[in-house]
Nanobody, 122 residues
């Protein structure tokens, strides 16, 4: 069974930094991409950043220049380095991955982690 587990959230003052991790575990063939989303209270879930298996990255305009996504393929782990945090970055952060379970067609599925809370105080 494939699982995504996030960690690294917490409480931080504005201007500080946090690094989130997302680890994919279980039996699977490959990971196509992993995205980070966030959801603040009363708001829709939004895409924050993403990285593909070929290290192509993308960022929401609101985090460009402050957040950096990277991956360690050997550890099936994606990181989100968050710098210059702002109170508006407060949210539950989720990782989302498109994972191929086998070499056969139709074995690609989307998985979500359980989320990690990030709270930024002013």
């Amino acid at each position: 069974q494939v699982q995504l587990v996030e960690s690294g959230g917490g409480l931080m003052q504005a201007g500080g930094s946090l690094r989130l991790s997302c680890v994919a575990s279980g039996r699977f063939f490959s990971i196509d991409f992993i995205d980070w989303y966030r959801q603040a209270p009363g708001k829709q879930r939004e895409l924050v950043a993403g990285i593909t298996s070929t290290d192509v990255t993308n960022y929401a305009d609101s985090v460009k220049g402050r957040f950096a996504i990277s991956r360690d393929a050997a550890k099936n782990t994606v990181y989100l380095q968050m710098n210059s945090l702002k109170p508006e970055d407060t949210a539950v952060y989720y990782c989302n991955a498109q994972i191929r379970h086998s070499i056969f067609e139709g074995s690609t599925f989307t998985h979500w982690g359980q989320g990690t809370q990030v709270t930024v105080s002013s």
